[in-house]
């Protein structure tokens, strides 16, 4: 619930900047100036990174004795207080290894987040530079040798967002249990699930709950990596987008330490035409299983992960259980190209499936570029009928073979009636993409390039498309 809270607000208030969003309020006092957080790249390139909160501070990091004291600024940011209000009907009819479960009903939710007045403090970078320009990393750091070997990253706490006072965030919840359904959806991936109860069928949830936040708690924050050499000399990317991490023998660090802002941009693909990211392993990425699923499961499961898309907070938590699932399983790591075996026990909670089926990770990868979607993105798709996502894939495959150009008269047939073109203008619209008619010929225009958006779209709805195959 404070995650949910938190997320929202950096949503909100910093859409598109560099707040990162606390998940648990327990990592609130860690998140002190210059306090270092462990940045953890994930499998897929799309996907935002994961932020560990450390004990240590830069510092501590450091050799010799010397403290090193952060000078930091505070300033008042805002006054925050929003009401999300959600409703929804769904129906669950799946069985989930030995377990039948049938859910059906309305559902209400809202969340309240009042944080009152919020203050800023952002860290010195000025006299950090000055006061840490002699000093070392010290490499026999127990941290610092863990975090060498997995090719993480360490980073700084530049700026974070406090509470003043005494605040809080209430839900109310007048449902049957979303995480039934989700559970539901993963066992019909071809898990085992635990479900606790007398009575699956008539599991009903009328839950308040009311969290209250001290003065002082963090709900944000932001970070400058670290860039760090072999022999202790280090960099702070004071860019945002500058990467940082560990020299190796074989991956060197780009730039030099002397001009700290010197990596490289790490968004190049960005600049590229819609389309060219997609020659850039991307289109090594398989979904080919979900279509391999029995017609049922997959009539089911498309109709699951719909619902899903309806709220954020379910796609990521059902995002974030699927790559437990994977995690647990033999994976390329693509930073060092190692294979790393993680024990099943030590990470899937007794909750959810603990088997493993040869499409988890396709679904793993569908789930994984729907979450990364914008909002209006994932309603227009969970409102998207099946033959319109068909029609739809079959015009970004040709888009992605052209290049961005595509005669008219190659248009899939739902696609030639005027009311379903609009629709898929109004998806592509909702990437900042515009379809332009030049005579016979059709072109893709982008409004201020992503070049992660139009493939992740492409494989949330290839993956749609294939479930929905020999289903009409």
């Known amino acids: 619930m404070f995650s ?41 390139a799309w996907q935002r990174p994961k932020y560990q909160p450390t004990d240590f501070t830069l510092g501590d990091l450091l050799q010799g004795d010397e403290v090193l004291r952060p000078g930091v600024s505070e300033t008042e940011f805002l006054t925050y207080k929003v009401t999300h209000r959600d409703e929804h009907s769904g129906k669950l009819d799946a069985e989930a290894g030995p377990v039948n479960i049938g859910l059906e009903g309305l559902g209400s939710s809202k969340l309240e987040s009042c944080f009152e007045k919020l203050k800023k403090e952002e860290l010195d970078v000025k006299k950090l530079l000055k006061d840490s320009d002699s000093r070392l990393v010290d490499m026999q750091h127990m941290l610092v040798q863990q975090l060498e070997k997995r090719a993480e990253v360490l980073t700084v706490v530049k700026e974070r967002i406090l509470t003043t006072s005494s605040c809080f965030v209430t839900m ?37 709950v009311f969290l209250e936040i001290p003065s002082g708690t963090v709900i944000a924050y932001s970070i400058m990596e670290l860039e760090i050499k072999k022999n202790g000399h280090y960099g702070l990317c ?38 060219t990211v997609f020659h850039s ?37 059902l995002q974030s259980e699927l790559e437990k699932l994977c995690e647990c399983e033999t994976a390329e790591t693509p930073i060092n190209g190692e ?25 793993y990868l569908l789930v994984s570029a729907m979450e990364e979607l914008p909002d209006e993105t994932l309603n227009i798709l969970s409102n998207s009928r099946p033959d319109f996502l068909s029609a739809f894939d079959v015009l970004m495959c040709g888009l992605k073979e052209s290049g961005g150009n595509l005669s008219i008269l190659s248009l899939p047939a739902p696609l030639q009636d005027n009311q379903v073109f609009q629709q898929a203008e ?45 289903m009409h």
């Open 238 to 275: 004071l860019r945002p987008s500058a990467p940082g991490g560990f020299e190796s023998d074989s991956i060197p660090l780009d730039g030099s330490l002397d001009t700290v802002d010197s990596s490289f941009d790490g968004h190049g693909a960005r600049e590229d035409a819609p389309f």
């Open 339 to 363: 294979k790393e075996t993680i024990p099943a026990s030590s990470c899937v909670p007794e909750c959810v499936p603990t088997g493993f089926s040869s499409h988890l990770p396709s679904a």
């Open 4 to 44: 949910k809270a938190t997320a929202n607000f950096v949503r909100q208030v910093d859409p598109e900047g560099s707040l990162i969003h606390v998940s648990r309020v327990n990592d609130s006092h860690k998140l002190l100036p210059m306090a270092v957080v462990v940045k953890r790249k994930r499998l897929w």
């Open 172 to 208: 109310t919840k007048k449902q049957q249990c979303t995480f039934q359904g989700v559970l539901g959806l993963m066992g019909l991936m071809g898990g085992s699930v635990k479900v606790i109860g007398k009575d699956v069928n008539n599991i009903e949830v009328d839950t308040d």
């Open 281 to 317: 392993g991307w289109s090594d990425m398989d979904l080919s299983p979900l279509a391999d699923l029995p017609r049922s499961t997959r009539c089911e499961l498309m109709d699951k992960l719909r619902e899903a898309l309806r709220d954020r907070f379910v796609l990521s938590y």
């Open 426 to 470: 109004q998806l592509l619209g909702s990437i900042r993409m515009t379809l332009r008619r030049d005579a016979d010929q059709l072109r893709v225009e982008m409004e201020n390039p992503d070049g992660a958006l139009a493939p992740l779209l492409s494989l949330s709805v290839h993956g749609l498309a294939l479930l929905y195959t020999g």
